[in-house]
């Protein structure tokens, strides 16, 4: 049974940084390429980042480059976003997915960003 559990979310003010992760089980990790998407209150859901199977290509949103970063550790099955200088509209829910068709997508973690 595919799995993935996200972790890592929480409130915070603007400028803050946090960590999302997401443990993977049930597939091969490391043949995968993955991503993370997020879906605002109201909003439909919204890719923010890919990541290929080897961790040596990376692709992000615009309304996120040069603020996060998307990485994996294949030993361990793990995904990650490193959220940094965090603004009010990246409040969301975070999912992370299995790519390119999302077939598989995690529960989601809540990122709060508020003063």
């Known amino acids: 049974e595919v799995q993935l559990v996200e972790s890592g979310g929480g409130l915070v003010q603007p400028g803050e940084s946090l960590r999302l992760s997401c443990a993977a089980s049930?597939?091969?990790?490391?043949?995968?390429?993955m991503q993370w998407a997020r879906q605002a209150p109201g909003k439909g859901r919204e890719w923010v980042s890919r990541?290929?199977?080897?961790?040596?290509?990376?692709f992000y949103a615009d309304s996120v480059k040069d603020r996060f970063t998307i990485s994996r550790d294949n030993a361990k099955s793990t995904l990650y976003l490193q959220m940094n200088s965090l603004k009010t509209e990246d409040t969301a829910v975070y999912y992370c997915g299995t790519a390119p068709l999302g077939t598989y997508w995690g529960q989601g973690t809540q990122v709060t960003v508020s003063s």
């Open positions: 049930g597939f091969t990790f490391s043949s995968t390429d």
């Open positions: 990541i290929n199977k080897g961790g040596s290509s990376t």
